[in-house]
């Protein structure tokens, strides 16, 4: 009996102990990001494209992330028109519970996207802003799962300038079929 509890209090400590390096704390570093493809066809038009977008946090205190992202994207059409966008943003996150396996945060972020289009050469410029709420798991000491699925977000393009009229998009809400993954690995 003595071996049992002996042992019982040891996986304990050892569980007390391994919980304790789960989640962020002040200096965590971290990186996650967006990579897709997509294709699409209608009969004979095909439509194809990418986007990469890593993104590259910092804990400045014990609750508060900082950090920043890149981004490129492409889309082609049967047409051979094609739709490059490059993005550059920063955001910041505070965690309610950061050194924990199971935390909710919420993410204020900036973002300036630039884009081409071709044929003609035609350019545009978009500045947004956004406001979300997340989730993340860890699975171990290095890796969490996050999830985000609501916001606040505003941005305005300016089409082109050169007096093209601007486009204002607005949204807030909550869309659960909308719910975005992603994988964050802690340094």
């Known amino acids: 009996m003595?071996?049992?509890?002996?042992?019982?209090?040891?996986?304990?400590?050892?569980?007390?102990?391994?919980?304790?390096?789960?989640?962020?704390?002040?200096?965590?570093?971290?990186?996650?990001g967006a990579v897709g493809i997509a294709s699409e066809k209608t009969g004979d038009a095909k439509t194809n494209g990418f986007v990469i977008e890593p993104r590259?946090?910092?804990?400045?205190?014990?609750?508060?992330?900082?950090?920043?992202?890149?981004?490129?994207?492409?889309?082609?059409?049967a047409d051979d028109s094609k739709?490059?966008?490059?993005?550059?943003?920063?955001?910041?996150?505070?965690?309610?519970?950061?050194?924990?396996?199971?935390s909710v945060f919420t993410q204020l972020g900036v973002d300036y996207t630039g884009y081409k289009y071709k044929p003609g050469n035609g350019k545009s410029n978009e500045l947004g802003v956004g406001l979300g709420l997340g989730l993340s798991y860890f699975l171990s000491n290095h890796f969490a799962i996050e999830a985000n699925w609501a916001g606040l977000e505003y941005?305005?393009?300016?089409?082109?300038?050169?007096?093209?009229?601007?486009?204002?998009?607005?949204?807030?809400?909550?869309?659960?079929?909308?719910?975005?993954?992603?994988?964050?690995y802690k340094f």
Request: cysteine-free; proline content about 1%; charged content about 10%.
């Open 2 to 32: 003595k071996k049992i509890i002996l042992a019982a209090i040891a996986v304990m400590g050892f569980t007390f102990a391994n919980a304790q390096t789960t989640g962020f704390s002040k200096g965590s570093t971290f990186i996650s």
């Open 56 to 77: 590259v946090g910092y804990f400045v205190s014990e609750n508060i992330a900082l950090g920043g992202k890149l981004g490129f994207s492409s889309l082609k059409d």
């Open 83 to 102: 739709t490059n966008a490059f993005t550059v943003g920063a955001f910041g996150r505070y965690y309610f519970t950061p050194a924990s396996q199971f």
């Open 155 to 184: 941005s305005v393009n300016n089409n082109g300038g050169h007096g093209a009229d601007k486009t204002n998009n607005f949204y807030l809400g909550s869309d659960l079929r909308a719910v975005q993954f992603g994988v964050v």
